[in-house]
């Protein structure tokens, strides 16, 4: 069969179960609507009533959920209600059809309208976040339907990896909408593209995210108590694959055993590599490889914007030691560019490694979002790199990512995105900004209670660049603030300096998310580090259990214990 062939047959099956599932959703809500209509019987009536709204309060948006459930007017004899999979199949699909909806409305735009700078490249973003989104929900979608009463839900590494992907589209849309807050002219346009009415994809991703979390909790209790009679283990506890991604075969753990010194490519700005760019470098790279694709670049300053897509998996990045390798651009907002636009280096194919790299953007405080590095690369990591910039200078915008011994620098919001990131030591420093302007560390931007994202500073060193140590004075610096309504951020077992102000965190605007945000700070040490003048906010935490701060770990919040190994990079998985 041909690829194109394969392809159809995969889309027509998957139409053909997106029916099924459907139908399934469709008979289950008729008749639990037929049970709450229905005078017959007030017992099974209020039996009905109960499961409904147990199921939709469940849910962020109970009442969307009820008023769809209650508006079917006829009644079905006897429905088969018993399978929970086809009500997220169709969440998920009605997600699917929602983003492509917008996708084809952007395309259009682009096409037919005449639009400024700045908008084409929002809605270039969006066409770029919602081609993530699909691959991803697409990719959950098989395996549930696949088989829906996987046995592998139980596994942690897999669950999670489930919950990682639909996590990411709240994410991607979230991102979309960032896009088109520049100016005045583009939050018009922003309302133009997402009018009140229309179904809103960040609510339907949402929906999705809440069904599978449902699902994986369901199966953890059952797991619970099979454990109690089998004593067997998960898999991220398993003694001889410890370390290894679920996806990796035994002879690509052979080969990913290997040091990083072999490369396949050499990148050399003077010519003696096979090229003069790392872009042509990438380029080159297989598409969808299990196996790691070492792009060796030699000393050297490289001007160029990089992107690694999605379909280059396993690329490294490997610099030329204690010799400077530097990527460097200096695309910014205020040049008619988006935060998300302005990364001098984007990272998407999952399993991205870099050593020695320094990812730097020199566009300078006065032009405001300038992004050095930005990863959206699922279970990627940096050893030994700089993320050099000013305002938003890392990126970390969506799945998982280990950063170890990185030293980062910047001002406002400088590490800021939505993805589940763990630094360990790490020399992170603010760095003197524009007279007037607040120092941040941290801007995380969790926006559902649901995901399971947030940014983790363990063992590492928080400080001020020289140039700020000789006026800090003038200016006031935070560990973060919440960008989001569920921002989540933890610092812990780190030394700060006396840089950071006795309150510790700052607000985002008024009272916004101070309620609903998790910022938390455990065992950390140094003139900052003391806790009695902190923020009396709700959402605001000092960690005194060791088992409260274990959740934050590498091996708990990233399962690093299923993948960090692979990298040959050093970690910590505990406390």
Not at 434 to 443: F, K, L, S, V
Request: charged share 20%.
């Amino acid at each position: 069969m041909t690829q194109a062939g394969h392809s159809m047959s995969k889309k027509n099956k998957r139409l053909i179960l997106s029916i099924f599932a459907s139908f399934l959703l469709v008979a289950t809500i008729i008749a639990i609507s037929m049970g709450i209509n229905s005078r017959k019987n007030s017992t099974e009536n209020d039996a009905a009533h109960a499961l409904l709204m147990t199921s939709c309060n469940s849910t962020r948006y109970p009442d969307l959920c009820y008023s769809a459930a209650t508006s079917f007017p006829e009644a079905a004899e006897k429905i088969n209600s018993g399978h929970p999979q086809a009500a997220i199949l169709n969440n998920i699909n009605a997600t699917i059809d929602a983003i492509n909806s917008k996708k084809i409305k952007a395309e259009k735009i682009l096409n037919t309208k005449k639009t400024k700078k700045r908008q084409r490249n929002a809605l270039k973003d969006c066409l770029q976040n919602y081609k993530s989104s699909l691959a991803d929900l697409d990719n959950v979608w098989g395996k549930i339907q696949s088989n829906p009463d996987n046995p592998r839900l139980q596994e942690r590494e897999y669950a999670e990896s489930l919950t990682t992907q639909v996590s990411s589209c709240q994410t991607n849309q979230d991102s979309c909408i960032d896009g088109f807050s520049h100016s005045l002219f583009s939050r018009i346009f922003r309302k133009l593209f997402f009018p009140p009415k229309e179904k809103n994809v960040g609510m339907m991703c949402s929906k999705a995210l809440t069904s599978i979390k449902k699902l994986i909790e369901d199966n953890k209790a059952s797991t619970v108590n099979g454990l109690k009679s089998t004593s067997r283990k998960l898999k991220d506890e398993s003694d001889g694959d410890e370390g290894w991604p679920e996806w990796l075969s035994v002879t690509d753990r052979r080969l990913f055993q290997s040091s990083l010194l072999t490369p396949d490519v050499v990148v050399a700005a003077d010519g003696s590599g096979k090229y003069r760019t790392v872009s042509a470098a990438v380029a080159a790279a297989p598409k969808h490889s299990s196996k790691r694709y070492i792009i060796k670049i030699k000393a050297g300053i490289y001007r160029e914007n990089v992107e690694v897509p999605s379909e280059k998996t396993n690329v490294v990045f490997l610099g030329d030691g204690r010799k400077k390798t530097i990527i460097t651009a200096s695309r910014n907002a205020v040049d008619g560019g988006t935060t998300y636009h302005s990364a001098t280096v984007a990272v998407l194919g999952q399993g991205f490694l870099a050593r020695d790299i320094t990812f730097q953007n020199t566009a300078g405080a006065s032009k405001y979002q300038a992004v050095a590095l930005r990863v959206e690369s699922d279970l990627a990591a940096f050893y030994k790199c700089g993320m050099l910039a000013h305002q938003n200078t890392l990126h970390v915008h969506s799945k998982r990512q280990f950063f170890i011994s990185c030293y980062i620098a910047g001002t406002v919001d400088f590490i800021f995105g939505n993805s589940a990131a763990v630094f360990q030591d790490c020399d992170i420093h603010a760095r003197r900004p524009n007279p007037g302007q607040t120092i941040t560390i941290t801007a995380q931007g969790r926006s559902d209670p649901n995901q399971n994202t947030g940014i983790v500073i363990q063992k590492s060193r928080i400080g001020a660049t020289s140039d700020l140590q000789l006026v800090r004075s003038n200016f006031s610096a935070y560990l973060g603030r919440p960008w989001k309504e569920y921002s989540r951020t933890v610092i812990m077992q780190s030394s700060i300096s006396d840089v950071i102000s006795p309150a510790g965190w700052h607000e985002w605007k008024g009272t916004f998310a101070l309620n609903t945000l998790y910022f938390a700070e455990y065992e950390n040490s140094g003139a900052g580090a003391g806790t009695s003048g902190r923020v009396p906010w709700k959402g605001y935490k000092v960690i005194t259990d060791a088992t409260e701060a274990q959740a934050f770990t590498a091996r708990n919040f990233i399962t690093g214990s299923s993948w960090l190994k692979s990298t040959t990079f050093p970690f910590s998985l505990g406390l």
